[in-house]
């Protein structure tokens, strides 16, 4: 068996890929959360001076790479490789700000689970020995995203309380295979799980199985713990999606309540915010793990993590089609020495 | 530096994994190309069963897959990761294909530049340490892309003769941490370059620029000659893009053209199948590859290839928003002991 593997599923990162910096930007409803502090540019206006919402998510994505690299006083040119992505078409928003930042990219597509993804690839360059410097991202905004998946904003459709709020914003994480930080220990990257559901407006009871499924083979490959970890967050479930994964992973033996949130559901105040059953979108995990858990990492608040960013893999083709929603799940474990 | 890495870009495999088996679908049209016998399995109807050309595709991708897994006298449950995507949006056929076979899933879009991309993570994964087993994959469909990225097939647009023709097809290369076969020895990542074109049916023009970025990047940090290869394939860059990437290179100081093809001009018969200026899509050279380039060496009949698969990275969103295409391409290097 290949030296890294763990189990059936999990990888342990034998060099500790250390996430020296990271950046976070959020749109102006983000910006009045429960997070709001911990956010490193809040935006006014969600254009971003730009002509449309699809060029002002590129430009979040360019702002947030750009930042995380200067926060670590490295250059553009240090970095091996940008691994990324986002939720639109032929990930328009990471294409073009790939273009910007000319570093060498690989694109990659997992819907709202795409932060753990890029980070779970990028460490395991880094580890390797194949990069120093890699810079992961992903991005999400609300007006690109419903325009592309659902209404346009404009029609003024009414959602149900189990829909979720597509979040605008954008994180990188700079990763390095020296220097100082959280480090990178293990992954599990998750298969594509589908449970029947259809409804595109119910996402987390769609997800939380492609999570359960992901955590369960973490805790099964490694034996930890899940009561050593501060927080076990996964990407955005919403409400209705993380009860369901907190049932569902009792029933399979393992009890993470204690220490599990879900990036959604922190991103907003649910109460007075009216989003439903919470926040979603790539960005949503992207600016909660960059924002806010990478600095309580960081100022030891937390000792270890498990970042689960969930992603829907249905496209409106396939709904239009009649299939229902496939699902995946990856888990990064970061922790400090 | 780490302590794979080679000049600026290109990153040497150590331990060289092999690709021991793949699997290749074409279409009718494709299955009546010059490359006809080298392809494993050849659709007499490109619905392929299924309720819409989409499914068909994913059908095909789950095909290759199984089949590759299968001529490699392994099980689908030893493959720790697929890596592969496609052209659709939220790569429909790849993520409904993963699905069906249940492997730890990495989605990728680099559009046709695809299989190279697929390849050199899923070789950067062997060589770390980090899997036994991988497949590398990707699809397209001539019906799917066309009503996803032109006009509906029952208009009957005409297109100018700078246009190409997208591949239904799909290839699989499974890559391994032991066994026989050809080795993938070096990867050179590359960047998004856009040097301004504008006309979605001239993607040649658009992609050579990338192509000779990364093509150039190689020789440059190996000093190898480009003499020494049986084949240097780009993905598909068709007529035009082909003789403006050779012109490109010898400006640059290199002469690839006594060993150079193009996959896009290689799969059709450019005379006679009335498809302008040759084949696209990430089952363009996916096929190409899988089909024609592996069996060359397997047979002993090439000893080293790169494969340069190229893609264009513009959406329909970003076209109408009057951008010019960025580009991207990944050069693989194989070769037998």
Redesign the interface.
């Given at each position: 068996?290949?030296?890294?593997?763990i189990g059936s599923?999990t990888?342990k990162l034998e060099n500790g890929p250390v996430i020296i910096s990271t950046s976070s930007i959020v749109g102006p409803k983000e910006a009045q959360g429960p997070l709001k502090d911990y956010f490193d540019i809040k935006l006014d206006d969600d254009l971003y001076g730009e002509?449309?919402w699809?060029?002002a998510e590129s430009k979040m994505v360019q702002t947030v790479v750009e930042h995380a690299v200067k926060k670590a006083n490295k250059t553009i040119k240090d970095v091996?490789?940008m691994v990324a992505?986002d939720l639109?078409?032929?990930?328009?928003s990471t294409?073009?700000a790939?273009?910007a930042v000319?570093?060498?990219?690989?694109?990659?597509?997992?819907?709202c689970s795409t932060m753990a993804?890029s980070l779970?690839?990028g460490s395991?360059?880094?580890?390797?020995?194949?990069?120093?410097l890699v810079a992961a991202s992903t991005s999400s905004h609300y007006c690109t995203a419903e325009r592309?998946f659902r209404f346009p904003l404009e029609l003024g459709n009414q959602k149900p309380m189990t829909a979720q709020w597509t979040v605008t914003g954008s994180g990188c994480s700079l990763l390095s295979?020296q220097g100082n930080g959280p480090k990178v220990k293990y992954i599990t990257?998750?298969?594509?799980?589908?449970e029947g559901i259809t409804d595109a407006n119910n996402m987390g009871a769609a997800m939380a199985p492609a999570a359960v499924d992901t955590i369960y083979s973490y805790f099964n490959d490694t034996k930890d713990d899940p009561n050593s970890f501060d927080m076990i967050a996964t990407g955005d479930l919403g409400k209705v999606g993380m009860q369901i994964a907190i049932d569902l992973l009792k029933e399979k033996g393992i009890d993470i309540s204690k220490v599990y949130t879900d990036c959604g559901v922190e991103i907003f105040d649910l109460e007075n915010q009216d989003v439903h059953c919470g926040g979603s979108g790539c960005g949503c995990s992207a600016s909660v793990f960059n924002g806010y858990i990478y600095k309580m990492l960081k100022d030891k608040k937390f000792n270890k993590v498990m970042l689960v960013s969930t992603g829907a893999?249905?496209?409106?083709?396939?709904t239009l089609?009649k299939?229902s929603i496939?699902s995946?799940a990856h888990a990064v474990i970061i922790a400090n020495e």
């Open positions: 068996m290949a030296k890294k593997r599923r990888v002509k449309s699809e060029f091996n490789y992505g639109l078409n032929q990930l328009l294409s073009f790939a273009r000319s570093i060498p990219f690989l694109g990659v597509y997992g819907a993804q779970s690839i395991m360059l880094i580890d390797g020995g194949f990069a120093d592309q295979s990257i998750g298969k594509v799980i589908d893999l249905l496209s409106p083709t396939s089609q299939e496939p995946v």
